[in-house]
């Protein structure tokens, strides 16, 4: 039995996440997905709450055909206590799927086992991509699974991002 761990902010979830996530899953018995800096929202860097995020994910992965668990952690802001955080607020996994280096790094040190996943079209699957073109009104929806855009129209998630990029 594997269970992988996947972290990300997921500001916004994208295709770049959905292939990543398809691969472990061919790979992993079941998934438990970090939803990061899940106490933020509602700032141009981080628009979206933690329950929005878990939406996008869990109806993006509905076809995924291995159980998964998406669950927000806030962040700790002590990179030295950081993987008891998180090992404290997730279901208990034995194999980490990251390219992030502070993670990596991290878990690596903990002894847990590290697989890096390589990268997809960076220039465009990207969350600041994504929200560099909301803000600017240029095209963004073919670069998110069509449960994503879903979720953006029911939270107004464009409208969002250009208010809170406003100022007084
Ligand atoms: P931001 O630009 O806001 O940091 P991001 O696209 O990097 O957004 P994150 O939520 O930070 O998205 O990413 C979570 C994880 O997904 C990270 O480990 C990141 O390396 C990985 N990831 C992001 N984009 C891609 C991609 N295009 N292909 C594969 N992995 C990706
Ligand atoms: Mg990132």
Redesign the pocket.
């Known amino acids: 039995m594997t269970r992988a761990f996947?972290?990300?902010?997921?500001?916004p979830y994208?295709n770049?996440?959905q292939?990543?996530l398809e691969e472990i899953a061919r790979s992993a018995d079941e998934i438990v997905i970090g939803v990061?800096s899940a106490q933020l929202s509602h700032e141009p860097?981080n628009p979206f709450t933690a329950g929005e995020r878990v939406l996008m994910i869990t109806q993006s992965l509905c076809n995924l055909k291995c159980p998964f668990y998406a669950i927000p952690i806030e962040d700790l802001r002590r990179n030295a206590l950081w993987v008891s955080h998180v090992i404290a607020m997730t279901p208990p996994f034995d194999t980490v799927y990251?390219?992030?280096p502070l993670?990596m790094r991290l878990f690596a040190e903990a002894g847990t086992r590290v697989f890096s996943?390589?990268?997809?079209?960076?220039d465009t699957?990207?969350?600041?991509?994504i929200?560099r073109r909301m803000l600017a009104g240029e095209p963004w929806e073919h670069l998110v699974p069509p449960s994503v855009t879903r979720v953006m129209e029911e939270i107004e998630g464009v409208a969002r991002i250009r208010s809170v990029a406003l100022s007084d």
């Open positions: 996947y972290i990300g902010r997921f500001q994208h770049g996440h292939v990543v990061g860097g990251s390219s992030n993670v996943p390589s990268m997809y079209e960076r699957l990207s969350g600041t991509e929200r």
